[in-house]
């Protein structure tokens, strides 16, 4: 079954620092990658999303994020973080050329931006 | 920019109640669904719609949850017999039939229901 994991359950980090959140998902074949991101009192905003080819892809509000396959991760990267960043950030896996078109998310990462 | 819509924002029922909760998708998608997020925890899958009918339901989704598209623009979650349990975020989404366009899933902002 597909699952997806979060390791880090809560990340501060300095404004203006860069930012790492880990994601590790698990799954048969090549899945569909997203980030989505809930500011408080807000939806699911889509961050990004992996289909497939290039492994590098470019999000909104300057997040990108890199599908490795060998680790079977999909990390989410940003050089410099900005107050308004501060969010929790979920990480979704949809099983490709399935039966299914749920996603199946992670338990989140908040991340909190300090001055 | 199109966007999906929920109403209301936030519900308290008390335990036993009926409620229905209220979606406006996205006006040309076709796929809705429904997710949860019991506080804490992950969001989950509970349903999904396409062509007037239930395509795929989680074992969340029993005897007590329904759905219904009651008309070109709405999409509700009714639950018949609210428990404690049921006290969550819902969320729902849609996207376009077709490949990956499927999987681009946009949602609302949610409905918290509390359940006392």
Redesign the interface.
């Known amino acids: 079954a597909q699952s997806v994991t979060q390791p880090d359950i809560h990340i501060t980090v300095s404004e203006g620092a860069s930012l790492e959140l880990r994601c590790n998902y698990s799954y048969g074949a090549t899945p569909?990658l997203?980030w989505?991101v809930q500011s408080p009192?807000?939806?699911?905003?889509?961050l990004l999303?992996y289909?497939s080819g290039d492994t590098l892809v470019q999000g909104i509000k300057g997040f990108e994020a890199e599908f490795k396959r060998s680790q079977s991760s999909f990390n989410l990267r940003k050089p410099s973080v900005h107050w308004s960043d501060a969010a929790e950030y979920?990480c979704?896996v949809?099983a490709?050329g399935g039966?299914?078109?749920?996603?199946?998310?992670?338990?989140?990462t908040l991340l909190a931006v300090q001055p | 920019e199109p966007e999906v819509t929920q109403t209301p924002s936030h519900q308290v029922t008390q335990m036993g109640q009926e409620v229905i909760l209220r979606c406006v998708p996205i006006s040309n998608h076709l796929y809705f669904y429904w997710y949860r997020q019991i506080l804490g925890q992950k969001v989950e899958f509970l349903v999904s719609f396409y062509n007037n009918e239930i395509s795929e339901k989680s074992e969340i989704f029993d005897d007590q949850f329904s759905v219904e598209r009651p008309d070109g623009s709405n999409f509700t979650l009714k639950i018949r017999s609210t428990k404690l349990e049921d006290s969550a975020m819902y969320f729902c989404a849609s996207s376009n039939p077709g490949g990956i366009n499927l999987y681009e899933q946009y949602f609302g902002p949610g409905t918290r229901l509390t359940v006392t």
């Not at chain 1, 299914?100 to 989140?108: E, H, P, S, V």
């Open positions: 569909y997203f989505y009192g807000q939806g699911l905003q889509l999303k289909f979920f979704a949809g490709k039966a299914t078109n749920k996603l199946i998310f992670g338990t989140g």
